[in-house]
């Protein structure tokens, strides 16, 4: 009898450890990631009557909300800025976190048959829908310019930090989306806690009021916050306030590493699930 001959075969098992990790996955699929942030783009204001408005009215209309029932009725004070400017100054940042936590956290489920056909880095999915709000925060950006020049009030030598405190509003946005966006694949009722959360975050974060109304050290301690040392340093940069954020922006970039670092372990951990369940 004629013996059969197979193929050699590659078994492919999970790695352990740091090993699993596998973080330079990300930059040899760079090209992907860059397609799925423009499919992302793309497909956000496809068939919208307003297009990209949405990314100017959503931190708008709020800043609007708040300047009458804060800075108007309850006089909220505002560090010595029009108020206006002050809570808009918040909201561009706080409009990418929010969208991008919203974005994110469906995203695996919403590309479950990209998942379950071809291999590629799972994390290059959430990444991509975080990635994505950048054009929406460029767009609201425009707008808080045109109302400094308008108000008169300029960035001081600060605002050279300003990429950082962005960047530092990224990680948070993709720590905390990474533990959300994987724990949707498993508990489809995530997606509905969703809203309850980015509301009660809202107001957990000093953009309808500034974090000089505590004293220390607990305004230091509202620091665990990460999006509290997003807010403050961008009204610093931008606005120039007095109160400079200090001990702040340290203690929340300790605690969005932490979220970014315990989000990327849990989301290679419970990967190799995503196919079977989504």
């Given at each position: 009898?004629?013996?059969?001959?197979?193929?050699?075969?590659?078994?492919?098992?999970?790695?352990?450890?740091?090993?699993?990790?596998?973080?330079?996955?990300?930059?040899?699929?760079?090209?992907?990631?860059?397609?799925?942030?423009?499919?992302?783009?793309?497909?956000?204001?496809?068939?919208?009557?307003?297009?990209?408005?949405?990314?100017?009215?959503?931190?708008?209309?709020?800043?609007?909300?708040?300047?009458?029932?804060?800075?108007?009725?309850?006089?909220?004070?505002?560090?010595?800025?029009?108020?206006?400017?002050?809570?808009?100054?918040?909201?561009?940042?706080?409009?990418?976190?929010?969208?991008?936590?919203?974005?994110?956290?469906?995203?695996?489920?919403?590309?479950?048959?990209?998942?379950?056909?071809?291999?590629?880095?799972?994390?290059?999915?959430?990444?991509?829908?975080?990635?994505?709000?950048?054009?929406?925060?460029?767009?609201?950006?425009?707008?808080?310019?045109?109302?400094?020049?308008?108000?008169?009030?300029?960035?001081?030598?600060?605002?050279?930090?300003?990429?950082?405190?962005?960047?530092?509003?990224?990680?948070?946005?993709?720590?905390?989306?990474?533990?959300?966006?994987?724990?949707?694949?498993?508990?489809?009722?995530?997606?509905?806690?969703?809203?309850?959360?980015?509301?009660?975050?809202?107001?957990?974060?000093?953009?309808?009021?500034?974090?000089?109304?505590?004293?220390?050290?607990?305004?230091?301690?509202?620091?665990?916050?990460?999006?509290?040392?997003?807010?403050?340093?961008?009204?610093?940069?931008?606005?120039?306030?007095?109160?400079?954020?200090?001990?702040?922006?340290f203690v929340s970039a300790l605690v969005a590493t932490g979220l970014l670092v315990s989000g990327i372990?849990?989301?290679?951990?419970?990967?190799?699930?995503?196919?079977?369940?989504?």
């Open positions: 009898m004629e013996q059969r001959v197979l193929p050699p075969a590659t078994v492919i098992k999970p790695s352990k450890g740091w090993v699993s990790l596998r973080l330079s996955d990300i930059w040899e699929y760079h090209e992907l990631l860059y397609f799925l942030t423009w499919r992302d783009v793309k497909v956000r204001y496809k068939q919208t009557a307003l297009g990209a408005l949405w990314a100017i009215i959503q931190p708008f209309f709020t800043m609007i909300v708040f300047s009458l029932f804060f800075g108007r009725l309850a006089k909220i004070p505002s560090d010595g800025v029009p108020y206006p400017l002050f809570a808009y100054a918040a909201l561009v940042p706080w409009a990418f976190f929010a969208n991008g936590l919203s974005q994110s956290s469906n995203s695996l489920v919403g590309s479950a048959n990209l998942i379950t056909k071809v291999y590629f880095p799972r994390l290059i999915i959430p990444i991509s829908s975080i990635l994505s709000g950048l054009i929406d925060f460029a767009i609201a950006f425009l707008v808080f310019i045109c109302m400094s020049l308008y108000y008169g009030i300029y960035p001081t030598l600060a605002v050279v930090l300003l990429p950082f405190f962005l960047l530092l509003g990224l990680i948070t946005a993709l720590g905390v989306g990474l533990w959300l966006s994987a724990l949707n694949v498993r508990f489809r009722d995530v997606r509905y806690i969703i809203p309850f959360l980015t509301q009660f975050w809202l107001f957990a974060t000093p953009i309808a009021y500034p974090s000089s109304l505590l004293s220390e050290p607990w305004r230091t301690l509202y620091g665990i916050n990460p999006m509290v040392g997003v807010v403050e340093g961008f009204r610093w940069a931008l606005l120039g306030v007095d109160t400079a954020p200090g001990a702040i922006i372990f849990y989301f290679k951990r419970v990967e190799k699930f995503f196919a079977d369940i989504i």
